[in-house]
């Protein structure tokens, strides 16, 4: 199942937005077993050549264990504690959703989360 994940902040610019998200897939390609590409639009712009990236989301590839999870979380907590109020959305096709925030990282909290996480995927610890 593939999940769409979502880079929100109001405290910096699109531009930003975009090479951070850009910097979260290429920390989930190499600390973990998952895929993250940056997600396409389902819309075409009249006269463009080819697919349109959507700014500020990436598409994950299929998360299969709780290993993965605690990976994938891990690697969102890093990013979620540099200081700057961002938001975390994972979509699943079937339109259920998770969303982490960057006020959600003390320890208690990161602990329930990613019990959330791992019914989110579908995955045992």
Do not use: W
């Not at 999940?3 to 998200?21: A, F, G, K, R, Y």
């Not at 700014?55 to 891990?74: C, E, P």
């Not at 969303?99 to 019990?115: A, C, F, H, P, Y």
Request: net charge negative; glycine share 8%.
């Amino acid at each position: 199942m593939r999940t769409t994940l979502t880079v929100i902040s109001t405290s910096v610019d699109l531009e930003d937005q975009n090479e951070l998200t850009l910097d979260l897939c290429r920390t989930i390609n190499s600390e973990s077993t998952v895929t993250a590409v940056p997600a396409e639009s389902t819309h075409q712009i009249p006269g463009s050549k080819g697919d349109v990236l959507t700014m500020g989301s990436l598409v994950l590839g299929l998360v299969s264990s709780g290993g993965v999870v605690v990976t994938l979380i891990n690697i969102f907590k890093s990013y979620l504690e540099r200081g700057r109020p961002i938001e975390l959305e994972l979509e699943h096709p079937d339109g259920r959703k998770l969303k982490i925030k960057s006020e959600d990282v003390s320890q208690e909290q990161l602990d329930q989360t990613m019990k959330i996480a791992q019914e989110f995927f579908g995955v045992s610890a």
